[in-house]
């Protein structure tokens, strides 16, 4: 299957990182046309936004992509970004705040969860959250950079969760 024809033929906008993605998940099954152009059509793109909420923002991908760039979200008490099965990513110039906390990205730097996982800001302390099936990538890129701030010190909580049988 040729992806290029059928990227144009879909004629939406997909970031370069959701494409590649999309590759690596498919590049050792065979690719169904119908299933890729199902994935590739579950995406949001928020680009230039500025988005608040009184109390909270939840941005999950259950099935999909949510990608953030160039954007402000703000919520006085919780944000919320990840992914149940599909692929979260902060990056591009792009802050989550809340009323005590920042996670902050510049150039090429991002906050990527893929799976079961999330990055969760509440009043005063941030979690960065992996359980079975998920991953959670903090980069900063190449001149790139990613700031966590939890009120006046950064505290960074990492979990790794496993099944156990």
Not at 33 to 41: A, G, I, R, S
Not at 93 to 103: F, G, I, Y
Request: hydrophobic letters at 40%.
């Amino acid at each position: 299957m040729e992806l290029l024809p059928l990227l144009q033929a879909l004629g939406i906008n997909i970031t370069a990182g959701a494409i590649l993605e999309i590759i690596k998940s498919w590049a050792n099954d065979e690719i169904n046309d119908e299933e890729l152009k199902k994935q590739l059509e579950n995406q949001i793109l928020i680009e230039g936004a500025t988005i608040k909420a009184e109390d909270v923002i939840n941005a999950l991908a259950e099935n999909g992509f949510i990608t953030i760039s160039d954007s402000h979200l703000h919520a006085e008490k919780c944000i919320l970004l990840g992914s149940i099965d599909g692929i979260a990513i902060l990056g591009s110039d792009s802050k989550l705040t809340t009323k005590a906390t920042s996670v902050e990205t510049s150039g090429n730097g991002q906050v990527q969860t893929q799976g079961n996982a999330h990055v969760q800001q509440t009043e005063g302390s941030i979690s960065i959250v992996a359980g079975p099936g998920g991953s959670a990538v903090i980069s900063s890129g190449s001149g790139g950079s990613v700031s966590i701030t939890a009120g006046k010190k950064t505290n960074i909580t990492t979990i790794n969760r496993t099944n156990k049988a």
